[in-house]
C-alpha cells in the first residue's frame, strides 16, 4: 500500500523533495503517493496509507460544501501512529472528523480494547488518543492543486477550526515531531483502510499470478510455528505460550486450531501493514518485526490455517478464507489467495482468550487435516530451537538494557515448559565486558518441565564472532532486500553439552555407523542444510522464501562473507577450552571432531576448507593456532614451573590446568612454541624427556583421538613437525636426555628403560599412523592380487 517514496533530502521552504521542475514533469498522482516522500522528509520511517470515506460531509469547511467524494485523503503513519493527514484540497476539522466518521460523542469505539491500552511502542513519540483530533493540534499536508504533485504543510492549532499554513519543514520536525495518534479509534481506520486497499490490488492480474506463486512456496505446513516464534523474539517477548485448541467456535471451527500468545511488544501501524502486504518490506525500522522477507513469511500461517485472528488490546483484526471449503476435512482451498492481503477489523475483539490481557495474542482456527494435524506440527520441537530462541532473546534484551545474567526466557510448548538462562559468559577476545567482546562464549542452560512436574535440564555451548560485513556483502544485502545496512553482525557456533564435569560437547551420530552427523545450519530457526561437521551454525543468512535453504553463496556475497567468517568459530572452541581448562580425552576427541576437512586443493601453507559448496581460507584458524595459547600440550607433573633455559623468559609463562597425580598435566601454548608427536610417544616417554628433546612442549595428541592425525595439525604453518631435519638437530638433546654421550657408553636401568620406551613408542606410532596402516593395507592387496612367482 506504499509507494517506494523517493530520497531522504529536501528542498527549501515548505515544498519538501519533489521539486517544481519535477512535479511539472510527472502526472498528478494519487494522493498517498504523492505525500509520501514529503510525509518522509518529517518522519522518516513513514509511509503513507489511502484512507477510504463515504464522502458525506455537512460542511465544506473551505471547499465546496456539500458532498465531498471528490476529496482524497490519506495518513503519514509509523510504529507510533498516524504522524500527519494527507488532504488533496483545504478542509476544516470537523469536515476531516466526519470525513474519519469520528464519533460525535468523543467514544472510542467499542471492541479495540480499552484506551489505557494505546501505549506508545516508543519513546519517541508524545502518543495521543483519538479525542485529541476534536481539541488538539494535527499535522496534515495539503495539495497545492489538483494537476501537481506539490504539497505544503499546514496544522490545525489546538482548538482551531482551519488548518494554517507553516513556513517550513524545520516547523514540524521542532515542534510536531513527538505527535502521533494511536487508540483504538485509529487501529480501525487504519486496519479497515489496508483492507479496502487491497481488495481493489488483489483484483490487478499480476498480483493474483504473484499470490498464486506464493501459495506453493511453503513445501512443509509446520513452518508458521517457525515464524511465529522468531516474530515473538523479534518483540523482546519473555514469555511464549502456545496450545492446542481442541474445540472451537461453530461448525465451521469444529476441527479446533492453535492459541498463541507472547508478551512482547504490541502491534504498530507498520505491523499491520506488513503481515497484509506481499511485496513490501516494513522491517527496516529501529525494533523491528520479522515478518519475513518482504511480508512473505508470516504467510506460512496460511498453508495450514484458514483464519487467523490477532489482538493485543488495540488492534483486533482476522484474514479469513471464504467459508466455501474450509473445515477440519478441508484438503483443498477456495480459488484464490487475495484473503491473506485483507485484514478484517473484530468489532468484539474476534473471541480470542483474553486471558493473557495485555499480550500479542494470536488464534489460528480452521486448520487443513483438522486438529490432529496440529498436535502433529507440534509433535516435535527442534532441539536448537529452544536455546537459540532463548539467548537471542535475551541478547537483545540485553542489548536493551532491559536483562541481566540472572534473567530468564519462557517457552510454554503446549504445557511442556523450557526455561532458559545463560551462564559462563566469558570474552575470548581480551575485551574488558562481556557486551564489547568480539569474540565470547558462554553455556545456555535449557530445564525442561512436563506436565507430570518432571524436569530435565541440557545445556548448551555458544562460542560467538561479531564482525563488520564488507563493502561488496552490504551492498548484495541491498540487492536483496531493498534496504540499506550498518553497523555489526554476529555468527555464532552451538554444540550440547554433557559428560565430565558438563563441559564435554555431545555429538549427534548416526546410529547405524556410529560416524558424527553434521550440524544444522539456521538463521535463527532451523534450515535443511547441514554443515560438514558436526557443530551448528547460527548466522543472518539471506534465505530462500520458505526459509529452508541459503541463497547461493556464488551470486549472494552478503552469504558468502558470512561463510568466510566461519574459521573464527573453530578458533573460539579452541579459546575457550584454554579458558575452561578442558584436558581429558573425552573432552578433546569431541573437540577435535569439530575440525574442518580440508580441501584437495590445500597445501601447508594454503590452508582451506569447503562450507556450503564455497572455498573457505583457514588462515584465520591456523594463524591463531600458531600465535595464541590455545593448544594442549603435556607437561611433566614433576613442580608446577619448569626452569626456564630461555632468554626470554616469557616463554615459560603459560596456563595450565591442575597436576594431576602420577600422570601428565596439561597446559595451553603456542603452536610456535609446541611440536607434534604422535600420540604412542606421550604413552611412552615423560613430558619431561620429550621438551629436553625436542625443545618445544608436546602437543597433547594423546587426547585429541581421532583428531591427532588431523592434517591441520600436519601443517608447520600450525605447529612445529617431527621432521628429519629437527631429529638431526637434536640428536645431542637426545643423547643427554637418555643419559648417552661423546665418548659414553649406555649404562644404568634408567637409560636402558629410557631407550627401551624411546623405541617402543617409535614402533608404536609406525603402527597406529593411520596413512601408514592404509599403505601397509593397500600393499597387503596388492600383494594378494600379483602373488610372488
Not at 481488495?199 to 501459495?215: I, W, Y
Not at 654421550?741 to 634408567?750: A, R, T, V
Request: hydrophobic share 35%; glycine share 10%; charged share 20%.
Amino acid at each position: 500500500m506504499a509507494s517506494s517514496g523517493g530520497g531522504d533530502g529536501d528542498v527549501g521552504g515548505n515544498k519538501t523533495l519533489i521539486s517544481s521542475s519535477r512535479s511539472r514533469a510527472l502526472p498528478a498522482l494519487p494522493l498517498r503517493l504523492a505525500a509520501e516522500p514529503h510525509g518522509r522528509s518529517a518522519f522518516p520511517s513513514s509511509v503513507a496509507l489511502g484512507i477510504h470515506h463515504g464522502g458525506a460531509a455537512s460542511h465544506g469547511g473551505g471547499s465546496s460544501g456539500g458532498h465531498l467524494h471528490h476529496v482524497e485523503l490519506a495518513a503519514i503513519v509509523d510504529d507510533d501512529g498516524i504522524r500527519a493527514f494527507a488532504l488533496s484540497a483545504p478542509i476544516s476539522r470537523r469536515v476531516l472528523l466526519e470525513l474519519l466518521e469520528y464519533p460525535h460523542d468523543n467514544r472510542v469505539e467499542e471492541g479495540g480494547g480499552d484506551e489505557s491500552s494505546a501505549v506508545s511502542t516508543s519513546t519517541t513519540a508524545l502518543h495521543a488518543d483519538s479525542t485529541q483530533l476534536m481539541h488538539g493540534p494535527i499535522v496534515c499536508l495539503i495539495r497545492t492543486s489538483a494537476s501537481s504533485n506539490d504539497m505544503e504543510w499546514h496544522v490545525f492549532a489546538p482548538d482551531q477550526e482551519f488548518p494554517t499554513k507553516l513556513a517550513s519543514l524545520d516547523d514540524v520536525r521542532v515542534h510536531y515531531a513527538k505527535l502521533a495518534f494511536h487508540d483504538a479509534f485509529i487501529a480501525k481506520l487504519l486496519t479497515e483502510s489496508i483492507r479496502l486497499y487491497y481488495a481493489q490490488q488483489v483484483l490487478e492480474p499480476s498480483v493474483r499470478g504473484f499470490l498464486s506463486v506464493l501459495e506453493k512456496q511453503f513445501a512443509r505446513s509446520d513452518l508458521y510455528l517457525f515464524e511465529l516464534l522468531q516474530n515473538a523474539v523479534d518483540d523482546g517477548a519473555s514469555e511464549i505460550h502456545l496450545s492446542v485448541v481442541r474445540r472451537g467456535r461453530g461448525s465451521a471451527n469444529s476441527g479446533g486450531g492453535l492459541s498463541f500468545a507472547h508478551n512482547g511488544r504490541r502491534f504498530t501501524p507498520l505491523d499491520v501493514l506488513g503481515l497484509s502486504s506481499v511485496g513490501l518490506s516494513t522491517k527496516s525500522r529501529e525494533g523491528k518485526r520479522t515478518i519475513g522477507f518482504m511480508g512473505v513469511g508470516f504467510k506460512a500461517c496460511y498453508k495450514r490455517f484458514s483464519r487467523v485472528m490477532i489482538d493485543d488490546g488495540t488492534y483486533s483484526f482476522a484474514y479469513e478464507r471464504p467459508q466455501e471449503n474450509c473445515g477440519a476435512t478441508s484438503t483443498a482451498a477456495v480459488p484464490g489467495y487475495g484473503w491473506v492481503m485483507q485484514p478484517i477489523w473484530q468489532a468484539d475483539g474476534g473471541g480470542v482468550n483474553n486471558t493473557k490481557s495485555g499480550w500479542c495474542r494470536f488464534s489460528l482456527e480452521w486448520p487443513v487435516g483438522g486438529v490432529a494435524s496440529v498436535e502433529k506440527d507440534l509433535s516435535v520441537l527442534p532441539q536448537t530451537a529452544p536455546p537459540l530462541l532463548g539467548r537471542a532473546a535475551l541478547e537483545k534484551r540485553w542489548h536493551g538494557g532491559q536483562c541481566s545474567e540472572s534473567d530468564s526466557w519462557t517457552l510454554d510448548w503446549d504445557a511442556k515448559v523450557h526455561c532458559i538462562h545463560r551462564t559462563r559468559l566469558a570474552s575470548l577476545s581480551g575485551a574488558a565486558s562481556f557486551a564489547t567482546a568480539a569474540d565470547r562464549s558462554e553455556v545456555v542452560s535449557v530445564q525442561i518441565t512436563d506436565r507430570s512436574g518432571h524436569s530435565i535440564t541440557h545445556r548448551w555451548l555458544f562460542v560467538s564472532h561479531k564482525y563488520t560485513p564488507s563493502s561488496q556483502a552490504t551492498n548484495s544485502y541491498k540487492t536483496h532486500t531493498k534496504r540499506s545496512h550498518s553497523g555489526q553482525e554476529e555468527v555464532c557456533a552451538f554444540i550440547k553439552l554433557g559428560g565430565e564435569g558438563g563441559l564435554t560437547p555431545i555429538l549427534r551420530v548416526n546410529a547405524r555407523t556410529g560416524a558424527a552427523l553434521g550440524g544444522i545450519v539456521h538463521s535463527v530457526l532451523p534450515t535443511k542444510l547441514r554443515m560438514p561437521m558436526p557443530l551448528n551454525i547460527q548466522g543472518p543468512w539471506l534465505l530462500s522464501v520458505d526459509r529452508q535453504e541459503v541463497q547461493d553463496l556464488g551470486d549472494n556475497l552478503w552469504n558468502k562473507d558470512l561463510v568466510e567468517r566461519l574459521p573464527c568459530l573453530i578458533v573460539n572452541i579452541f579459546r575457550w577450552a584454554a579458558s575452561e581448562r578442558l584436558a581429558t580425552k573425552q573432552q578433546y576427541s569431541a573437540i577435535g571432531k569439530l575440525l574442518p576437512a580440508l580441501s584437495q586443493g590445500s597445501s601447508a601453507s594454503l590452508l582451506s576448507t569447503e562450507f556450503l559448496g564455497q572455498s573457505v581460507s583457514l588462515s584465520v584458524l591456523a594463524r591463531a593456532l600458531y600465535t595464541e595459547r590455545v593448544l594442549p600440550v603435556a607437561l611433566s607433573t614433576e613442580g608446577k614451573v619448569e626452569t626456564s633455559t630461555s632468554a626470554d623468559a616469557s616463554v615459560e609463562k603459560m596456563d595450565v590446568d591442575e597436576p594431576v597425580p602420577h600422570g601428565t598435566r596439561t597446559g595451553y601454548y603456542e603452536g610456535k612454541h609446541s611440536v607434534w608427536v604422535p600420540p604412542s610417544f606421550l604413552a611412552y616417554l615423560t613430558p619431561g624427556f620429550l621438551r629436553g628433546w625436542l625443545g618445544k612442549r608436546p602437543l597433547r595428541t594423546d587426547v585429541l583421538g581421532d583428531a591427532a592425525y588431523h592434517p591441520l595439525f600436519a601443517s608447520p604453518s600450525i605447529i612445529e613437525q617431527l621432521t628429519g631435519g629437527l631429529l638431526q638437530n637434536r640428536r645431542d638433546q637426545l643423547s643427554r636426555e637418555i643419559g648417552a654421550g661423546p665418548g659414553k657408553h649406555l649404562s644404568g636401568d634408567d637409560a636402558v628403560q629410557k631407550l627401551v620406551s624411546l623405541m617402543a613408542a617409535i614402533g608404536a606410532a609406525y603402527a597406529d599412523h593411520p596413512l601408514i596402516e592404509q599403505s601397509d593395507h593397500a600393499k597387503s592387496m596388492a600383494d594378494r592380487r600379483n602373488p610372488p612367482v
